[in-house]
């Protein structure tokens, strides 16, 4: 083809990003309408234990995102609001790449050290919001 790939190739190479990321735009907007979601009961980790896991607030942090309102995400979930970016960056550019390439869309490789970072960080936030004598832990709980 001299103008290259069809669009409807384009569209099918970028097909599971494109409604992966409608569907997440579709939720928060949809939280974010509802004001939030009030209470942690819908985190099973705090339920059973009573402590609070690494996204416990996430819901209303997004739906705080969505009203416009980064202080008020930061402080339901100060780990929740730079995840959806990060989120939101990859899935942007795993589109880009299957639009433009025309093969299927893949998940990057996340090499193995960021990853362990990564795991250790939200493992020391986890501890640090569930011990109150700790200095921050009282801002760090949602």
Known sequence: MAGGPSPGRRLRAAGAPLVVGTLA???A???GRQGGVTGVD???FHRVTGLWCP???GLRAT???VRGDLPAALS???VVPPL???LAVVGLRTTARALRTCEPARLPVVPLRPLLVALVLLAVFTVWRNVPELPLAAW???
Do not use: K, S, T
């Open 42 to 44: 819908l985190c099973p």
């Open 76 to 78: 339901l979930n100060v």
């Open 55 to 57: 996204f416990c607030g």
């Open 140 to 142: 760090l709980a949602p």
């Open 84 to 86: 959806l970016l990060l």
């Open 25 to 27: 735009l579709a939720a």
């Open 63 to 65: 739906a705080a995102l």
């Open 29 to 31: 907007l949809a939280v």
